[in-house]
């Protein structure tokens, strides 16, 4: 199991949190994900099933193309 907490840019309201979660909502692999106002998402996946490769991918096809590690 992986775990980052992602830095996503354009979280502006209730709604930015709903798109972010229908981007994670059924991404295989992804075992929990936490967003909120800030646009702070905490996740943990599966590297055997999904990357964070392909999880900023789903973010940024939901119109959300910067996300970066916090730590970054």
């Known amino acids: 199991m992986t775990s980052a ?3 996503v840019s354009g979280v502006r309201c209730e709604r930015c949190i ?3 979660a ?3 909502r059924g991404h ?3 075992e929990y994900a936490n967003a909120n106002l800030m646009g702070e ?4 996946w599966d590297e ?3 990357s ?3 999880i900023v991918a789903a973010l940024a096809r939901s119109g959300f193309p910067e996300a970066v590690d916090e730590r970054e």
């Open 5 to 7: 907490t992602l830095q």
């Open 48 to 50: 055997e099933k999904t």
């Open 41 to 44: 998402v905490a996740l943990q």
């Open 28 to 30: 295989e692999g992804i």
């Open 22 to 24: 229908g981007a994670l």
């Open 52 to 54: 964070r490769d392909a």
């Open 18 to 20: 709903g798109r972010l």
